[in-house]
């Protein structure tokens, strides 16, 4: 304040002392006659004699900061000294960019972590870990091999000198698309990021669209992000090519942007429906010149495809091995814990792959901080995302032991029907109606957040999910606890059924990804010992005959999706397989495959692991002659870890890895899979740089006896 202040003391005495001698005295007139702000004038008398000093000092404490510009402007005006009007604007705007960014920095410089109780907060920068982003061409989102870009860079033209104006941040459900969007807006206000591209930044988040007002105003989201109402939105608005606007969490938004052409408005000040306003902005009607940031999570890029054009695509994948190192030490804060917690992970594959996910990173940094203070022993572990997810449920309802399991189990009940309820009605934020509704008592419910919104004059106190994935979990437990007689969700039975459920994902296949992925997980025998043990909560496993009907339903039945979308759902399929972890099932859910086609495809780590245990468990691809694997195209294969995933997909009689960038030191593996694979009779490993060293080491491998390869290209 005390800055801005004095910011205003300058620019006042720049102004007066900018004025000839004639002018001075003309304003000082003027001044003792007006009634600018409708606050009465400064006595005639006390401006007689006043120098430049005293009449700033008049000013400011006359009609105090803001105001005291705004006079003075007035006055300059009324005396037609325009230029010395303008000048004053120009320069209180630029301090207000100044403001802007003060306010920011404030407003993004903490983050609260998912659990934090009042007052608990930690500094973003002090837990920000770079994520690995990499950039895609509009028309090969899912097929080009990616290099990596920099936030910096997401508007830096490309080869053929083209700038894109909307950059799509794609990224999976927790993988930090609302963190990079909180920490682009934190940098950009330090002047760290965008310095000279962008005079403002502008945070639109959807989850807060779809509860807002239903008609709005560009100007309006442009307000919310101000530190008060008396922005100036029409200078701000000047020089669009300035503006970036940042809409995250397009996948959360109920509305589609697909509007008509003929809906869509111009300008910036016009009040419409929020999903005209918001399409005007993204399909560039309205501030053609600006520029925005769009992420979402890749289940919805197809519906946010078909109304945009030239476009970047760019998407997060996550944390490296070292960036995973570097969050477990801003995590715990002390080198030691951190330490023997990473030691700790890193002995676990499973555990360790799942950290590349920052969501999944906090949730088992939180459950072994949690166990290392409570002296307890590191073993216990899980090695699917569900059993994270239980291991933090259950890490915090042993915080509040104080709670009979009766009380608990009837909060966790309450607490899946709100989930389930909301991820039906696409809703994300409760009242504290809703809460009621479902059985529950705020003061006890540890996994919701209290937010609070602005709704018009008034504050509006409303609930979520400590994180949309939470409900996403507590959604599917609803599906699979065991039911009493009388209980609250009998009263909403629309959504009972699993089947409905599963056949709307099937028709959308976005938002219910990963719930159904929970629900998979939930089956799993251990899974359910667990919640018997520990809540005495019965998981009936009832429902797994509908799972593997539904699993034999072949994507073109469900929905016309292209080849890519076909992909992923296949991909999703087998992360649900790999969730449930139980053979028989996998078995007989994957007996149908004789052929798999995976095209070119950036995999991540965890997509490997459950293709290798699918494929390990698809017993009619063994004896079949048509499996053809593309994919490990895009794979880098050079290191330990990542080949043991690789591997074992060359179960089948005829595996291609052309252009897979295999190196020398892959010629061990290739060996040994010939001496172990008898089944294996083709093998293509053309275009790789083998060496002869590892042209070598694979000779070894023909050479063993139980090696039937036939044909080597
Ligand atoms: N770069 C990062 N550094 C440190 N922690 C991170 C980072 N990104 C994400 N996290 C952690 O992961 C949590 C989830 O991240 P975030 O909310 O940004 O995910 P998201 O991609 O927006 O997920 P969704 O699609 O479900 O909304 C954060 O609350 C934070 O604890």
């Known amino acids: 304040m005390e800055k801005r202040s004095s910011r205003i003391n300058d620019l006042l005495i720049h102004a007066l002392n900018n004025l000839s001698q004639e002018e001075f005295k003309g304003f000082k007139d003027k001044l003792s006659h007006s009634d600018s702000e409708g606050k009465g004038n400064i006595a005639r008398g006390r401006l007689e004699n006043a120098d430049a000093i005293d009449t700033k000092n008049l000013l400011m404490a006359f009609y105090g900061g803001d105001a005291a510009v705004d006079v003075t402007i007035d006055v300059f005006n009324q005396l037609s000294l325009r230029e010395a009007a303008a000048n004053l604007r120009e320069e209180r705007e630029t301090d207000y960019s100044v403001k802007y960014r003060e306010h920011i920095q404030n407003k993004y410089r903490v983050i609260k972590d998912l659990n934090s109780r009042l007052?608990?907060?930690?500094?973003?920068?002090?837990?920000?870990?770079?994520?690995?982003?990499?950039?895609?061409?509009?028309?090969?989102i899912m097929t080009k091999r990616a290099s990596s870009i920099s936030l910096g860079n997401l508007f830096k033209c490309d080869e053929d000198g083209?700038?894109?104006?909307?950059?799509?941040?794609?990224?999976?459900?927790?993988?930090?698309?609302?963190?990079?969007?909180?920490?682009?807006?934190?940098?950009?206000?330090?002047?760290?990021?965008?310095?000279?591209?962008?005079?403002?930044?502008?945070?639109?988040?959807?989850?807060?669209?779809?509860?807002?007002?239903?008609?709005?105003?560009?100007?309006?989201?442009?307000?919310?992000?101000?530190?008060?109402k008396n922005a100036p939105v029409e200078e701000i608005l000047i020089n669009p090519e300035k503006l970036l606007f940042i809409i995250d969490g397009f996948d959360e938004l109920r509305f589609s942007l697909d509007q008509p052409e003929?809906?869509?408005?111009?300008?910036?000040?016009?009040?419409?429906?929020?999903?005209?306003?918001l399409s005007s902005l993204v399909r560039k009607t309205v501030l053609l010149e600006s520029y925005v940031i769009i992420t979402t999570r890749p289940t919805a890029l197809e519906k946010l495809r078909q109304c945009l054009e030239c476009?970047?695509?760019?998407?997060?994948?996550?944390?490296?091995?070292?960036?995973?190192?570097?969050?477990?030490?801003?995590?715990?804060?002390?080198?030691?814990?951190?330490?023997?917690?990473?030691?700790?992970?890193?002995?676990?594959?499973?555990?360790?792959?799942?950290?590349?996910?920052?969501?999944?990173?906090?949730?088992?940094?939180?459950?072994?901080?949690?166990?290392?203070?409570?002296?307890?022993?590191?073993?216990?572990?899980?090695?699917?995302?569900?059993?994270?997810?239980?291991?933090?449920?259950?890490?915090?309802?042993?915080?509040?032991?104080?709670?009979?399991?009766?009380?608990?189990?009837?909060?966790?009940?309450?607490?899946?029907?709100?989930?389930?309820?909301?991820?039906?009605?696409?809703?994300?934020?409760?009242?504290?109606?809703?809460?009621?509704?479902?059985?529950?008592?705020?003061?006890?419910?540890?996994?919701?957040?209290?937010?609070?919104?602005?709704?018009?004059?008034?504050?509006?106190?409303?609930?979520?999910?400590?994180?949309?994935?939470?409900?996403?979990f507590f959604a599917a437990l609803f599906y699979v606890l065991e039911k009493e007689e009388t209980t609250v969700e009998d009263s909403v039975t629309a959504m009972n059924n699993v089947k409905k459920l599963l056949e709307n994902y099937g028709k959308s296949r976005n938002y219910l990804m990963l719930t159904v992925r929970?629900?998979?997980?939930?089956?799993?025998?251990?899974?359910?010992?667990?919640?018997?043990?520990?809540?005495?909560?019965?998981?009936?496993?009832?429902?797994?005959?509908?799972?593997?009907?539904?699993?034999?339903?072949?994507?073109?039945?469900?929905?016309?999706?292209?080849?890519?979308?076909?992909?992923i759902y296949q991909l999703e399929e087998f992360h649900c397989l790999y969730e449930i972890q139980e053979e028989s099932f996998v078995q007989s859910a994957l007996n149908r495959f004789t052929e798999l086609y995976l095209a070119e495809y950036n995999f991540t780590k965890m997509d490997l692991?459950?293709?290798?245990?699918?494929?390990?468990?698809?017993?009619?691809?063994?004896?079949?002659?048509?499996?053809?694997?593309?994919?490990?195209?895009?794979?880098?294969?050079?290191?330990?870890?990542?080949?043991?995933?690789?591997?074992?997909?060359?179960?089948?009689?005829?595996?291609?890895?052309?252009?897979?960038?295999?190196?020398?030191?892959?010629?061990?593996?290739?060996?040994?899979?010939?001496?172990?694979?008898?089944?294996?009779?083709?093998?293509?490993?053309?275009?790789?740089?083998?060496?002869?060293?590892?042209?070598?080491l694979l000779c070894g491998g023909l050479k063993h006896p139980h090696s039937k390869l036939q044909k080597l290209r």
Not at 269 to 274: A, G, I, L, Y
């Open 311 to 472: 476009t970047r695509y760019a998407e997060i994948l996550g944390f490296s091995a070292a960036e995973r190192e570097e969050y477990f030490h801003k995590f715990f804060g002390n080198e030691e814990k951190a330490r023997k917690a990473f030691n700790f992970v890193k002995e676990n594959e499973m555990l360790f792959t799942m950290c590349f996910v920052p969501i999944a990173c906090w949730i088992i940094c939180t459950v072994l901080k949690q166990q290392m203070e409570a002296g307890e022993d590191l073993a216990q572990t899980s090695k699917t995302i569900t059993g994270v997810y239980m291991l933090y449920l259950f890490s915090l309802l042993k915080g509040h032991s104080s709670n009979s399991k009766k009380h608990t189990a009837a909060n966790l009940k309450g607490l899946c029907s709100l989930a389930a309820d909301g991820i039906w009605r696409q809703k994300i934020l409760f009242g504290e109606e809703d809460i009621k509704k479902h059985g529950l008592h705020i003061s006890d419910s540890l996994f919701l957040n209290e937010n609070m919104f602005q709704k018009d004059i008034d504050c509006e106190c409303v609930y979520s999910f400590i994180h949309l994935s939470f409900q996403e």
């Open 162 to 228: 083209q700038t894109p104006q909307i950059v799509v941040l794609l990224g999976a459900a927790g993988i930090g698309k609302t963190m990079t969007a909180r920490k682009i807006m934190f940098d950009w206000a330090a002047g760290e990021l965008y310095k000279e591209r962008f005079d403002y930044a502008f945070y639109i988040n959807c989850r807060e669209v779809n509860f807002g007002s239903e008609q709005g105003r560009i100007a309006d989201l442009i307000l919310k992000n101000c530190p008060n």
């Open 262 to 277: 003929d809906n869509l408005c111009s300008d910036p000040c016009e009040k419409q429906p929020m999903e005209i306003t």
């Open 609 to 696: 692991v459950a293709l290798s245990f699918c494929l390990k468990n698809c017993r009619k691809l063994e004896t079949n002659l048509n499996f053809h694997l593309h994919a490990l195209h895009a794979l880098p294969l050079r290191h330990q870890r990542d080949r043991d995933a690789h591997f074992p997909f060359c179960l089948s009689v005829s595996c291609r890895l052309s252009n897979c960038h295999l190196t020398a030191v892959c010629g061990g593996d290739l060996s040994s899979l010939l001496s172990t694979k008898p089944t294996l009779m083709e093998l293509d490993i053309g275009e790789n740089n083998l060496g002869d060293s590892g042209v070598q």
């Open 119 to 140: 007052g608990e907060n930690v500094t973003l920068n002090s837990r920000y870990t770079k994520l690995i982003i990499v950039k895609k061409q509009h028309e090969e």
């Open 518 to 567: 929970f629900l998979f997980g939930l089956l799993n025998e251990e899974r359910m010992k667990d919640m018997k043990k520990k809540l005495s909560c019965k998981i009936s496993p009832k429902i797994k005959p509908d799972l593997l009907q539904w699993l034999f339903l072949e994507p073109d039945e469900m929905s016309s999706f292209k080849r890519n979308a076909e992909m």
